[in-house]
């Protein structure tokens, strides 16, 4: 059974860097403003857009090394869904999994979020399980940590 999480965070960061930093930069962005969650990641494939393939290991030990793929993008939207297709929560309970980045201009240097994470769970277990709970903190802080390196570094 298909189900869904939202969240809506605002930032007090500029909106085309918040979406450089989700897209085309992410990797290089994520390594420097969160080395603490990330080990190893590179880009297997394309350039950031739809398609990219890109290969990611956290230092969180319970959540393996994973795959994920750009699905769907929209630039002028500034619409992001990333895929998980290998590893990591498809390990941990998770069927399929894909998560969504909706941004929203806010005003100068304030921007807003909506995450949406569709996902199947492997077996008919609670929706608030704590592979749930675990895939949803994973983003938050991923995202806090985004936001507070391009706050850092204007």
């Keep these: 059974m298909a189900s869904k999480t939202e969240l809506q965070t ?18 290089d962005v994520l ?15 394309g350039d950031g857009g739809l398609g990219t393939l890109v290969s990611i290991n956290i230092s969180d030990a319970h959540i393996p090394p994973f795959k994920e793929k750009i699905v769907e993008f929209a630039e002028a939207g500034h619409f992001v869904s990333f895929q998980g297709i290998e590893g990591g929560f498809l390990q941990l309970g998770f069927a399929s999994y894909k998560v969504s980045f909706k941004l929203d201009d806010l005003e100068e240097n304030k921007t807003l979020v909506k995450t949406t994470i569709n996902y199947e769970l492997d077996k008919e277990i609670d929706g608030t399980t704590q592979v749930v709970k675990d895939i949803t903190n994973m983003i938050g802080e991923y995202l806090k940590a985004l936001a507070s390196y391009l706050e850092n570094s204007a």
């Design 10 to 27: 605002e930032f007090n960061v500029g909106f085309e860097a918040l979406w450089n930093a989700l897209t085309k930069d992410k990797l």
């Design 31 to 45: 390594h420097k403003a969160a080395p603490h969650l990330l080990t190893d990641s590179q880009v297997l494939e």
